[in-house]
Antibody, heavy 121, light 113 residues
C-alpha cells in the first residue's frame, strides 16, 4: 500500500527557514517523480515543485524559485522541501504527491494528508 | 503558463442526477507524438487531500466508480458524474501536466440540491 506522510510544518517567521519532509513507502521510490502541492486556507490547489525520478531534474513555480529547494534521499525514501525566506503568502497546507514512473510530467496518483505551514511574526 | 478555467464555480444537483464540469485550457495539452492529453481530474472532499480520479483526460483510476467519466481533447474537457451520490459532495479540480508550471483549475464545488 502506498503511503506518504508529511512532517515538519509549523509556525515560521517571515525570512526564516523550515524543512518539510515526506516519508514514502509501498513503492520503489527512486523510480518515481515526486511533487509538492500547496493549498492556502480556503483556496484552491497550487503546484509548487517537482523532482524527477530518473535524473532528479527539478522544477518550480516562479513564486518560490530561488527560495525553496526540492530534494530527495532515495536511500531513505524521503522527499524534502527546504523553505528559505518564506513569506506570508506561503502560508498553506503542503501536500506531497507521487507522480509517474519514468516521466516527470504526470498526474499525482497518491497524496499525503498534508502539513500546515504558517508564516507569521 | 497554461491557464486552466473551470466552469461552473459551483453546482447543486439532485441525488441520482447528472453533474457536468467543464475545464478549458489556454493552450492545447495534447502531445502529438503520443496522442495523449496531459489532463487530470481530482476530487477533494472536505478536510481530505485530493484524490486522482482520471488521468490522460479519460482514463479512470483503479477503484474509481464508473459513474465518473472524463472526455475531451486539446483545450476543452469535461468531467461527468452520471448519477450523483451523497459521497460525491466535494470540490473537483482539473490539472494540466503537459508543461511546467503544472497548473490547476480554480475548482468546482458540487453539492446536493
Amino acid at each position: 500500500e502506498v503511503q506518504l506522510v508529511e512532517s515538519g510544518g509549523g509556525l515560521v517567521q517571515p525570512g526564516g527557514s523550515l524543512r518539510l519532509s515526506c516519508a514514502a513507502s509501498g513503492f520503489t521510490f527512486n523510480n518515481y517523480a515526486m511533487s509538492w502541492v500547496r493549498q492556502a486556507p480556503g483556496k484552491g490547489l497550487e503546484w509548487v515543485s517537482t523532482i524527477c525520478g530518473s535524473d532528479s531534474n527539478t522544477y518550480y513555480v516562479d513564486s518560490v524559485r530561488g527560495r525553496f529547494t526540492i530534494s530527495r534521499d532515495d536511500s531513505k525514501n524521503t522527499l524534502y522541501l527546504q523553505m528559505d525566506s518564506p513569506r506570508a503568502e506561503d502560508t498553506a497546507v503542503y501536500y506531497c504527491a507521487k507522480g509517474g514512473r519514468g516521466s516527470c510530467y504526470s498526474a499525482g496518483d497518491y497524496w499525503g494528508q498534508g502539513t500546515l505551514v504558517t508564516v507569521s511574526s | 503558463d497554461f491557464v486552466m478555467t473551470q466552469s461552473p464555480d459551483s453546482l447543486a444537483v439532485s441525488l441520482g442526477e447528472r453533474a457536468t464540469i467543464h475545464c478549458k485550457s489556454s493552450q492545447s495539452v495534447l502531445y502529438s507524438s503520443n496522442n495523449k492529453n496531459y489532463l487530470a481530474w481530482y476530487q477533494q472532499r472536505p478536510g481530505q487531500p485530493p484524490k486522482l480520479l482520471i488521468s490522460w483526460a479519460s482514463t479512470r483510476e483503479s477503484g474509481v466508480p464508473d459513474r465518473f467519466s472524463g472526455s475531451g481533447s486539446g483545450t476543452d474537457f469535461t468531467l461527468t458524474i452520471s448519477s450523483l451520490q451523497a459521497e460525491d459532495v466535494a470540490v473537483y479540480y482539473c490539472q494540466q501536466y503537459y508543461s511546467t508550471p503544472l497548473t490547476f483549475g480554480g475548482g468546482t464545488r458540487v453539492e446536493i440540491k
